[in-house]
């Protein structure tokens, strides 16, 4: 069976009819990670959603394959337990749950199994090691009062204990100072390997230089409209959008 992420001719409108995305085409390959760059605006973000399972849009066409199985009929917490992963870019605020509890829940429930305190502590011990996080952190209520950087580096923790097949990042740099991005960076590169794959988000070059894309994708008006290697991303940074813009116009 296909090792990848597909995404296949994607066609997604919101309710008033507008279409968002139209027609995109991504292959993520396990043990790749690809990186998805555009204007403000173009549907990187809707795409992440629909991905993990997002019931307010309306896909009206095209297809989501994990491993050559679709989950265009799975709802959200089904699609996390065939692997998928995905980190919002304005994460949610739980008011009385626990960091720690709420990591075990949604580790149980990926697995459709307990997990034993003891395993549980192990996988975070290791995680909170390599972001350079201490414990306390594991005792405050999920997102309620983290600073930007803190709602970053914990979604970067939740990746580490769910170990997802794929993930989608979305704008996981926004918000971080330098020394945040690089330990972020180092999260990522830590799950770096066979039996992984990732779509990141972004607006800058610069979490490039961290975290090394095998592909880097181009997305204007819901559709990608170019991909190549690490060099887009500087090409990008240099030029700015208004080439690429050219080709959506030119893609029709
Ligand atoms: N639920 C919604 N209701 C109305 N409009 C929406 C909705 N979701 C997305 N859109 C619109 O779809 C377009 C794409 O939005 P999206 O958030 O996917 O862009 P993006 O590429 O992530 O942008 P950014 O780089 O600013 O994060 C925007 O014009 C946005 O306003
Ligand atoms: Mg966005």
Known sequence: MANQLEIRNLHARIESGEEILKGVNLVVPKGEIHAVMGPNG???????????????????AGEILVDG?????????ERARHGLFLAFQYPVEVPGVTNANFLRLALQAKLGQDVSVMEF??????????????????????????????????EILQLM??????????????GLDIDA???????????RGPGFGAVLITHYQRLLNYITPDVVHVMVEGKI?????P?????LEEQGYEWVKGLAVAAG
């Open 42 to 60: 173009s549907g990187k973000s809707t795409l992440a959603k629909i991905v993990a399972g997002d019931p307010s849009y309306e896909v009206t």
């Open 69 to 77: 199985q679709s989950v265009m009929e799975m709802e959200a917490d």
């Open 121 to 154: 502590y192990g996988k975070l011990q290791k995680a909170l090691q390599i972001l350079e996080w201490d414990e306390s952190i594991l005792t405050r209520y999920l997102n309620d009062g983290f600073s930007g950087g803190e709602k970053k580096r914990n």
């Open 161 to 174: 204990v769910l170990e997802p097949t794929y993930a989608i990042l979305d704008e996981t740099d926004s």
């Open 181 to 191: 991005l690089k330990v972020v960076s180092k999260g990522v590169n830590a799950m």
């Open 225 to 229: 409209v170019t991909s190549g290697g």
């Open 231 to 235: 060099e887009l991303a500087l090409k």
